[in-house]
């Protein structure tokens, strides 16, 4: 077989592999959501997580089983913040979750709270309350820019204080 005819080949063996994957792809994907409202994803998810870490600051883990939990909890509060991401049910999911400033705090939230899961390994207090306290300024920014009429929309209650509000 000579050059011209392996390149010719391999041309009309690529032309087909490309029409064979056209025709498979589907014409429009689906958009995943989430099967819930993003506040309902952070009134269930991301402030029952969240809580006991900002708790943790001022109500100092006793047992290897209450660091254990802080680090279950901050790693759920980790994927919650990656998770409202994804537009949810809710009327306003869709035109959040299109913003950067609601994907940057997303991202900030699930980041500080890889930085918790890290804390309640080593058992440090000082960087479980300083994870905490970002936290909350994390999510109270975001209340403020996305929500400031109605933080929580009243599912669960207000937000929790930080430590220093405790006298810690």
């Known amino acids: 077989m000579n050059m011209q005819s392996k390149s010719a080949r391999t041309l009309l063996i690529s032309i087909a592999l490309l029409a064979l994957v056209a025709c498979s792809a589907p014409e429009e994907a689906e958009e995943f959501r989430l099967p819930i409202s993003i506040n309902e994803a952070m009134a269930s998810l991301i402030n029952h997580s969240a809580d006991p870490i900002w708790i943790a600051a001022w109500q100092n883990p006793q047992s290897d089983q209450d660091w254990r939990e802080l680090e279950h909890l901050a790693r759920q509060l980790q994927v919650g913040g990656a998770l409202i991401t994804i537009p949810g049910t809710g009327p306003v999911d869709q035109m959040w979750t299109n913003r950067a400033e609601w994907q940057r705090y997303s991202m900030a939230l699930s ?41 929580t929309m009243n599912i669960y209650g207000e937000l929790s204080p930080t430590s220093d509000d405790i006298g810690n």
């Open 111 to 151: 980041d500080s709270a890889g930085r918790a899961v890290n804390a309640a390994r080593s058992k440090d207090l000082e960087l479980i309350k300083r994870s905490g306290d970002e936290i909350v300024a994390i999510c109270e920014g975001c209340h403020i820019d996305f929500k400031p009429d109605l933080p």
